[in-house]
């Protein structure tokens, strides 16, 4: 009994450790580098655009950083375009080149704890979406904006679903290789990195759920762009690498049949993780841009 107990509690210390560890390693993700202003000025130079620093303040605070590019001829749209996790809006910056040439204005953030934005906890969407609506209330306030649009990657992609909940003016979304709940992909990832079974990570998961509600304040199970796609009428068009192995693409096809009349799927062959537009360049764009002009 006494080794059983010694056993037990050591077993019950390992498991915490593990979870605190995990936890994280999960809300604090290397910064990156920040963008340097070459960058958008050789996209602006390619694209015939002007473009600013521009920045906000999220509700709680944090300065959020972005470059706000204009084409010679706007079309009267906006487009938020957001990066995925450990990136920053350099990420973004093909498919603003792409969304320039067809005259949309085009808004590359970092997210909070990414980049030259501040914060270091990130969340997976739950505190992210109600930045995204400070980023949509500055660009329709300052500037004459007819249309809102969102394009983003992965985490992005998550964040920009998510804020469907917060932000009531968007016309149309574009969501490359989001996760459907970051509970189910919290389970995938661990089962990735140890190939253990997907049950035997369970205490971890919830012990880290509420690890984080009480240390930080952020309830996880928030990050949920399954529960935003259910009930909106925003059409959402969902693209995703079909050999994706970092977020398979059931999580997609998940979103897509919670609400089929508001999304569209398009499972793009060959690619992996947020890799459809180098796979596809010519379709991808052209699908990307008649997307939001058929959504006006």
């Not at 936890?23 to 920040?34: E, I, K, Q």
């Not at 300052?142 to 009531?168: C, K, N, V, W």
């Not at 998940?254 to 398009?266: G, K, R």
Request: charged share 15%.
């Amino acid at each position: 009994m006494r080794v059983l107990r010694l056993f037990v509690v050591g077993a019950s210390i390992a498991l915490g450790a593990g979870m605190v560890v995990v936890t994280n390693g999960a809300l604090h993700v290397p910064r990156g580098t920040s963008p340097p202003a070459q960058a958008a000025e050789a996209l602006a130079r390619r694209t015939n655009s002007t473009w600013t620093d521009l920045q906000v303040h999220a509700p709680d605070g944090v300065i959020l950083a972005s470059w706000l590019f204009t084409p010679s001829a706007p079309n009267g749209a906006v487009v938020i375009a957001l990066h995925g996790v450990g990136d920053t809006r350099m990420g973004m910056l093909a498919h603003a080149e792409f969304l320039l040439r067809s005259g949309f204005i085009v808004l590359v953030p970092d997210s909070r704890g990414h980049g030259a934005s501040g914060a270091t906890v990130i969340t997976f969407g739950v505190r992210e979406a109600a930045d995204i609506r400070c980023w949509s209330d500055r660009l329709l306030k300052d500037r004459p904006f007819g249309r809102l649009y969102g394009m983003g990657q992965s985490m992005g992609a998550a964040i920009l679903l998510e804020s469907l909940h917060t932000e009531p003016r968007w016309r149309a979304i574009v969501a490359d290789s989001p996760f459907a709940t970051f509970e189910e992909i919290s389970y995938e990832r661990l089962r990735q990195v140890t190939g253990l079974p997907q049950p035997a990570f369970w205490p971890v998961i919830r012990l880290g759920f509420l690890y984080t509600r009480l240390a930080y304040g952020v309830d996880l199970e928030r990050a949920s762009p399954a529960d935003a796609i259910r009930s909106t009428r925003v059409p959402v068009l969902l693209i995703h690498g079909a050999a994706d192995t970092n977020i398979p693409p059931h999580h997609s096809q998940q979103l897509h049949a919670l609400n089929p009349s508001a999304t569209s799927l398009w499972l793009v062959p060959g690619a992996e993780h947020v890799s459809s537009l180098g796979t596809d360049p010519e379709t991808y764009s052209r699908t990307v841009v008649d997307w939001f002009n058929n959504h006006p």
